[in-house]
Every structure is written in structure tokens, then in C-alpha cells.
């Protein structure tokens, strides 16, 4: 790669998704050391996947049939490799076992999604509210949401199902039928909750609804991150002082909330800054995006951005209580190798753009 090259790239997206990553890095090296060396790892792995992507045709691979619907058959065969194996963790089979690390399909999932639905609605966008298109769109979707839902995972199920609701939206609206589609989301969240559910994940749902109730079982969680974030003050307790965290009363810590620890360790100043570089990373992938030669490519980063606010909106609400732990990252900041690999690969495809742009 030239160096040359390597100019041409967009560095205000870099920087605000480096900023996000040093932040989580810093988090991790503070709560356990582990996390913090695996992290760098897949960190390093991901900027092959940043900069190799930038010099790589996506606009070509993406308008070919061949790759959009291969690349959506693979990752379903891999999570129906998750579900075949015999390993599980806290009771689901959502991670591929490759040796000391793990690999979540339903990250290379969505992924594909974008990919399968920004080449069917590129296509098909002023008609995209004909009963037959949404049927279509919606089958490419309902088919890797029934095999994450198996796992258990409901979390990455629902960051899939607003992939195709936020395509949808963007081809426009069509009010009545957008009225039937939400009808049928909430048919099916109440099937979901009659058959599908597991006592755990009602629980976390009626904690949400209670946030008082039970605060030393299915309210713990979310009551131990109110802590951290309030007691953070403006700027912190310092790097390696966090007392939910150090002290272990913050559960997952590294993952699901580890926006609330680095609050406490940081201040309110800290969470500011992490989400003022959340909101450069959005305005610039859109901006990006709509300078896209081809609708296709212009879906694709707009797809991107979906993903990353659908995860960003679960997460912090999470974090704050605003909504029931679902198990879903912070992008860039959680810590998981899959998660960071693919929104890499995505940035890497925004960094295309931006190049062939130019």
C-alpha cells in the first residue's frame, strides 16, 4: 500500500474510531490485562481490515450477485455451525470455538445483510413498499434472525430486524403499510414472550419495567452501572480507582457495560468525549456515504451507519436503564474481536468510498 494512498483516506473517521478503541484499550487495561492484550490483538487485525479495505473494489464485489449472496450464505452456514457444536457459553451457542478465541457469527451476519439488501433495494427503491418487496427484503432477513433467536441471542436477532426496518425507511414511507409492518413486530414480540423467551430474558424485560424490583437479582446489573456513572463526577476517579469495577460489583465490565466503567474511572467528561467521537464517526460515514458512486454503495454505508446507532442506542440504553440489558456492544468500545473485525471491515469499505470519491 502507498503511501500515497494512505493520504488519501478519510483520518477524521479514523481518528474518532481510534479514539473510540484507545478509549476502550485504556478501560480494559484498567479492569483486567487479559481483555486489554486480547483486545490489541484483534485491534492490530482489525487495521489490516481498515486499510486493506480502502484499496480493495468494493464497488465491483458489491454489484456482483456472486459475492453479495455468497457472502450471505456463508454466514448462515456458520451460524448453523454455532448451533451444531457442542460448546456454549452462559447457556447459548453464539461463538464458533477457534482455538483460545471465539468467533460470533451473527457479526459476519449483519454484515451480509447490508450487503444482500443495499443490492435489493438499490434496485428497487421506488418500489420498495410493494407488498412484494417487503415479503422479499423481509425473508433475506427472517432467515439468520430464526437461527441467532435459536441460540439464544435476541439482542444481535433485533440489531438484524432494524437493518431491514431502517432500509425500508430509507427507500421512504408508505403509511399503511408501515402501519401493518409494526402491527406485525408487536404480533410477534408477544408470540416471542408466550413460547420463545427463557425465564432469564423475561426477567431482564419485567426488571426493566420494575427498575426497583429485585435490585440484588435481575436489577443488579443495570443498578451497579447507575452507580459507577453517577458517582463518576465530572472528572473521574482516576485510571484504576473505579470501585464498581475494581471491586467487582460491575458485571461485565469489558463488554456490556464498559461504557459505565470508563465513566467512573474517567468522569462525565470522558463519556462526553467517547460520545462526541461516536457522533464524528456517524456524520462522517454519512457524509461519505452520499458522495457513493452508485445507489448500492450509498446503502451500504447508510446501512453501516444503522447498525452502528441500532447498537449504540441498545447499548447506552442499557447502560443508563433506558432499556433492558439486551447483550448488545458499544461499537469500537466493548470489548469483542468479531464485533471490531466487522465494523473494521465496514470502515474499510466508507474509506473506498471516500478514495474512489476523490
Same mark, same amino acid.
Given at each position: 500500500?502507498?503511501?500515497?494512498?494512505?493520504?488519501?483516506?478519510?483520518?477524521?473517521?479514523?481518528?474518532?474510531?481510534?479514539?473510540?478503541?484507545?478509549?476502550?484499550?485504556?478501560?480494559?487495561?484498567?479492569?483486567?490485562?487479559?481483555?486489554?492484550?486480547?483486545?490489541?490483538?484483534?485491534?492490530?487485525?482489525?487495521?489490516?481490515?481498515?486499510?486493506? *479495505?480502502?484499496?480493495?473494489?468494493?464497488?465491483?464485489?458489491?454489484?456482483?450477485?456472486?459475492?453479495?449472496?455468497?457472502?450471505?450464505?456463508?454466514?448462515?452456514?456458520?451460524?448453523?455451525?454455532?448451533?451444531?457444536?457442542?460448546?456454549?457459553?452462559?447457556?447459548?451457542?453464539?461463538?464458533?470455538?477457534?482455538?483460545?478465541?471465539?468467533? #460470533?457469527?451473527? #457479526?459476519?451476519?449483519?454484515?451480509?445483510?447490508?450487503?444482500?439488501?443495499?443490492?435489493?433495494?438499490?434496485?428497487?427503491?421506488?418500489?420498495?413498499?410493494?407488498?412484494?418487496?417487503?415479503?422479499?427484503?423481509?425473508?433475506?432477513?427472517?432467515?439468520?434472525?430464526?437461527?441467532?433467536?435459536?441460540?439464544?441471542?435476541?439482542?444481535?436477532?433485533?440489531?438484524?430486524?432494524?437493518?431491514?426496518? *431502517?432500509?425500508?425507511?430509507?427507500?421512504?414511507?408508505?403509511?399503511?403499510?408501515?402501519?401493518?409492518?409494526?402491527?406485525?413486530?408487536?404480533?410477534?414480540?408477544?408470540?416471542?414472550?408466550?413460547?420463545?423467551?427463557?425465564?432469564?430474558?423475561?426477567?431482564?424485560?419485567?426488571?426493566?419495567?420494575?427498575?426497583?424490583?429485585?435490585?440484588?437479582? =435481575?436489577?443488579?446489573?443495570?443498578?451497579?452501572?447507575?452507580?459507577?456513572?453517577?458517582?463518576?463526577?465530572?472528572? *473521574? =476517579?482516576?485510571?484504576? +480507582?473505579?470501585?464498581?469495577?475494581?471491586?467487582?460489583?460491575?458485571?461485565?465490565?469489558?463488554?456490556?457495560?464498559?461504557?459505565?466503567?470508563? &465513566?467512573? #474511572?474517567?468522569?462525565?467528561?470522558?463519556?462526553?468525549?467517547?460520545?462526541?467521537?461516536?457522533? &464524528?464517526?456517524?456524520?462522517?460515514?454519512?457524509?461519505?456515504?452520499?458522495?457513493?458512486?452508485?445507489?448500492?454503495?450509498?446503502?451500504?454505508?447508510?446501512?453501516?451507519?444503522?447498525?452502528?446507532?441500532?447498537?449504540?442506542?441498545?447499548?447506552?440504553? +442499557?447502560?443508563?436503564?433506558?432499556?433492558?440489558?439486551?447483550?448488545?456492544?458499544?461499537?469500537?468500545?466493548?470489548?469483542?474481536? +468479531?464485533?471490531?473485525?466487522?465494523?473494521?471491515?465496514?470502515?474499510?469499505?466508507? #474509506?473506498?468510498?471516500?478514495?474512489?470519491?476523490?
Amino acid at each position: 500500500m502507498s503511501l500515497a494512498l494512505i493520504k488519501r483516506y478519510d483520518w477524521v473517521l479514523l481518528g474518532a474510531a481510534l479514539f473510540l478503541v484507545a478509549a476502550s484499550l485504556l478501560s480494559l487495561a484498567s479492569s483486567d490485562p487479559r481483555f486489554f492484550y486480547r483486545q490489541l490483538l484483534w485491534f492490530g487485525i482489525s487495521l489490516f481490515f481498515i486499510f486493506g *479495505g480502502g484499496a480493495v473494489n468494493w464497488r465491483w464485489l458489491i454489484g456482483k450477485n456472486w459475492f453479495r449472496y455468497g457472502f450471505y450464505v456463508l454466514s448462515l452456514a456458520l451460524l448453523l455451525v454455532s448451533l451444531l457444536q457442542p460448546h456454549s457459553v452462559r447457556g447459548t451457542k453464539s461463538w464458533i470455538f477457534l482455538g483460545d478465541f471465539q468467533f #460470533e457469527p451473527a #457479526e459476519m451476519a449483519k454484515l451480509a445483510l447490508i450487503f444482500v439488501l443495499a443490492g435489493f433495494f438499490s434496485r428497487r427503491y421506488v418500489q420498495a413498499w410493494m407488498a412484494k418487496n417487503i415479503l422479499t427484503s423481509l425473508a433475506y432477513t427472517v432467515l439468520p434472525v430464526v437461527l441467532i433467536v435459536v441460540q439464544p441471542d435476541l439482542g444481535s436477532a433485533l440489531i438484524i430486524m432494524m437493518i431491514w426496518m *431502517g432500509f425500508l425507511l430509507l427507500s421512504g414511507v408508505h403509511i399503511k403499510r408501515f402501519a401493518l409492518v409494526i402491527f406485525g413486530a408487536m404480533l410477534i414480540a408477544v408470540l416471542m414472550w408466550l413460547f420463545f423467551l427463557r425465564p432469564y430474558q423475561k426477567e431482564r424485560i419485567t426488571g426493566f419495567i420494575f427498575p426497583e424490583a429485585d435490585p440484588l437479582g =435481575k436489577n443488579y446489573n443495570v443498578i451497579q452501572s447507575k452507580i459507577a456513572i453517577g458517582s463518576a463526577g465530572l472528572f *473521574g =476517579k482516576g485510571f484504576g +480507582s473505579g470501585s464498581q469495577v475494581q471491586l467487582g460489583f460491575l458485571p461485565e465490565a469489558q463488554t456490556d457495560f464498559l461504557f459505565a466503567a470508563f &465513566v467512573e #474511572e474517567w468522569g462525565v467528561l470522558g463519556g462526553a468525549l467517547v460520545l462526541l467521537a461516536f457522533i &464524528v464517526l456517524i456524520a462522517r460515514i454519512v457524509a461519505l456515504g452520499l458522495k457513493a458512486r452508485g445507489n448500492d454503495m450509498k446503502f451500504v454505508a447508510l446501512g453501516g451507519c444503522i447498525v452502528l446507532i441500532a447498537h449504540f442506542l441498545i447499548n447506552m440504553g +442499557s447502560n443508563l436503564g433506558f432499556l433492558p440489558v439486551a447483550g448488545v456492544p458499544f461499537p469500537f468500545l466493548s470489548y469483542g474481536g +468479531s464485533s471490531l473485525l466487522t465494523l473494521s471491515v465496514l470502515v474499510g469499505i466508507i #474509506e473506498h468510498i471516500q478514495i474512489e470519491s476523490r
